[in-house]
């Protein structure tokens, strides 16, 4: 994905927060959502909460590193920001076994987020602070072997349906439901299914459209 496809989005999301919200403060977000990728590399050295099983972690992982990224356009939005005409690279794939050697990475992404808190505009190397951000998202993503901009585009496409004026309490499962009412018309659009298991029965859904298929089939 190039930039101008990120100052698309930056430009979706500042208008769907628009609709959404009164306040904003995507700053705030971009440094909940480190937190998250924290938590998640947490319980996987513990062992714990379900993240040693590495389908769990990397879920959990994808989707805090896709929200940090929502929340960082959205703040690209807000500052008038115009990214970089040169993309964003990306580094090679480490591997999954690799989580416990990436804190001192996340640990900068934090301090990057600090700085954005503090209306920073600059890393501490000197670089556009928000690009700085994408960069070290999309390399922290393919350390795990994510693909960020197949990851935030799926993300991005459930977080633009939910209303939170008219569901302000439960919006994003609205959402999903009105995807699922939805259905047919998704599926009729050919894509490659990605499957999981919410558990509490014996179907799997797909994570782009929620086609279900029974788990004993597999």
Not at 119 to 126: C, F, I, K, V, Y
């Amino acid at each position: 994905m190039n930039t101008t496809r990120y100052q698309e989005l930056a430009c979706a999301i500042g208008q769907w927060a628009d609709r959404n919200f009164d306040v904003h403060d995507p700053a705030l977000g971009v440094l909940e959502e480190v937190g998250e990728m924290a938590h998640c590399l947490l319980k996987r050295k513990q062992g714990i909460r379900g993240f040693d099983q590495a389908e769990h972690f990397l879920k959990e992982l994808a989707d805090g590193i896709a929200d940090t990224a929502i929340y960082c356009l959205h703040d690209v939005f807000l500052q008038s920001i115009e990214l970089d005409p040169e993309g964003v690279p990306l580094i090679c794939c480490i591997g999954v076994e690799q989580a416990d050697q990436s804190r001192h990475f996340l640990g900068y992404l934090g301090q990057l987020a600090g700085l954005l808190v503090f209306g920073e505009t600059r890393s501490p190397g000197g670089d556009p602070l928000h690009i700085d951000i994408l960069i070290h998202l999309q390399q922290f993503a393919a350390e795990f072997g994510i693909d960020f901009d197949a990851k935030l585009e799926e993300t991005w496409a459930r977080v633009s349906k939910r209303d939170w004026r008219a569901n302000p309490t439960n919006a994003a499962q609205v959402a999903e439901e009105v995807l699922g009412i939805l259905k047919p018309d998704v599926v009729s659009i050919p894509h490659l299914h990605v499957f999981e298991y919410r558990g509490g029965g014996d179907f799997e859904h797909c994570t782009i459209c929620g086609l279900q298929r029974d788990r004993g089939s597999l």
